[in-house]
């Protein structure tokens, strides 16, 4: 589904990705792992469209993605969650949830979409009427997690989900992710709680200056205490 060949990428002088391969096939949760500054999310971005410099191929469905603007990427059913929540502090959740059915091919009534993606996260429910710039940072990441999956993405990247979230809500998380691959979800996962990650995904890379160092399946990879240690430790 997603082929990544020999990507570069450059912030200015900078040469942040060196060659990057790698391959999501539909129906996995591939997982990328690596140490602050490896380049997570830069690849994640040279994906979705939000890196200006970048080289090399990223075809999805057989298609080339690079040189293609994010908006054309999202509509054909790549969705991002950042690092960094990119909800709409001026509106409230219902209406950032909304937004993500942009690109949605549902058929299915606005206000129906809506209150499953609310329902995902019950805490969402309950406020959905509340501004999202009120909401706490663990309630915006669950938003802008909700509004990637309304859409009903192809394939959906997800930059570190877990972050500032509490262990209760995490563990529900990734329950929900696991469930999302039994329906056939394809997921590009950054996540630092590795042992959580590798315990839900197929296979996992590990990237270190920009290179993909490793790759292995994820049963392997837990496996290998070596490995883990010379690259996980955040
Ligand atoms: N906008 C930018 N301008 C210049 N350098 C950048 C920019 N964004 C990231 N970098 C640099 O690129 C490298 C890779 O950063 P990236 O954010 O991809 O790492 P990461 O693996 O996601 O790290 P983390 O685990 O801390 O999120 C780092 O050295 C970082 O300092
Ligand atoms: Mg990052």
Redo the contacts with the bound molecule.
């Keep these: 589904m997603l082929k990544i060949r020999g990507l570069e990428?450059w912030?200015?002088a900078?040469h942040?990705?060196q060659k990057i391969d790698l391959d999501v096939a539909r129906g996995e949760i591939v997982c990328l792992i690596?140490?602050?500054?490896?380049?997570?999310?830069?690849?994640?971005?040279s994906v979705a469209g939000l890196i200006d410099k970048v080289g090399g191929s990223v075809e999805f469905e057989g298609e080339e993605l690079l040189g293609l603007p994010a908006h054309v990427r999202f509509h054909r059913g790549l969705a991002y969650v950042p690092?960094e929540r990119r909800i709409v502090p001026g509106l409230d959740v219902r209406e950032n949830l909304r937004l993500g059915l942009i690109a949605s091919p549902l058929k299915k009534r606005e206000t129906q979409a809506i209150r499953e993606a609310s329902m995902i996260f019950p805490r969402l429910a309950e406020r959905i009427t509340q501004s999202a710039i009120t909401l706490s940072g663990g309630e915006q990441q669950m938003l802008a997690i909700a509004r990637a999956l309304i859409s009903q993405p192809k394939l959906i990247m997800l930059?570190?989900p877990s972050e500032g979230i509490m262990p209760v809500l995490v563990d529900e998380m990734f329950e929900l992710f696991g469930k999302l691959k039994s329906q056939g979800a394809t997921i590009l996962l950054?996540e630092?709680n590795v042992e959580l990650a590798l315990a839900i995904a197929d296979r996992a890379y590990i990237?270190d200056q920009?290179a993909i160092v490793h790759h292995a399946t994820a049963a392997a990879l837990l496996a290998d205490a070596e490995i883990q240690e010379k690259y996980c430790a955040?």
């Design positions: 990428a912030y200015g900078s942040v990705l690596g140490r602050n500054g490896a380049g997570k999310t830069t690849t994640l971005k690092e930059d570190e950054v630092q990237i920009g955040v």
